[in-house]
């Protein structure tokens, strides 16, 4: 395959040294493609749901802001990775309105639950938690065979552009079995 199969649909194609090597215009489209679907995929959430999250985690146990960053994150199959300036701005409004205490341990701060706080999540144990959303989980669905295509994409650009001719071989021969297969479940269907 060559630069001049992908057109200029995912952006020019580059030039100068290394540009002739094999694999490398399909290198590039497949890092953009990515680009474009972790820009589409990704759920804003509100911040509302940044402080519905951290309680309902902080019922389960003691943490540290990173945790909650990574639980969230976890817990949503990373469709939902909260930033530090929604989750620490939270934490410290959650501490100001008394919900929570920070102890500070070995330069980091663990959150916890004070009883106000624990009082106050008793009523919401019935809600879903925001990654259990059924919007969440339909994104997660509608958007998990798009990101494992571009993956697998990104491993063929890898083998096309750094494997021996044997493994470029063997990659098709993996590739043009895939594609059979799937193929054959939507003919079950």
Known sequence: MNDSYLGDQFGPRRRGPGAGRAGA???????????????RV????GRGDVRAAVLALLTERPMHGYQI????E???HGMWKPS?????????????E???????????????????GRAG????????????????RDAASATAIPKAGAQL?????????????EQVTEAVAVLDEARRKLYSILAQG
Request: glycine letters at 10%; aromatic letters at 6%.
């Open 69 to 72: 960053i990574h639980e969230i």
């Open 25 to 39: 215009g399909l290198w590039e489209a497949m890092e953009q493609l990515r680009d474009v679907f972790e820009q």
């Open 153 to 165: 994409a990104q491993a063929a650009a890898q083998v096309a552009r750094s494997g021996s001719p």
């Open 121 to 136: 999540t008793e009523g919401s144990a019935e809600r879903s938690a925001p990654w259990e959303m059924p919007g969440m």
């Open 84 to 96: 530090p300036g929604s989750v620490y701005p939270t934490l410290q409004m959650l501490a100001d």
């Open 98 to 116: 008394g919900l929570i205490t920070a102890e500070e341990s070995g330069g980091r701060k663990t959150y916890s639950l004070t009883d106000t």
């Open 42 to 45: 990704g759920t804003r959430m």
């Open 74 to 76: 976890e817990r949503s």
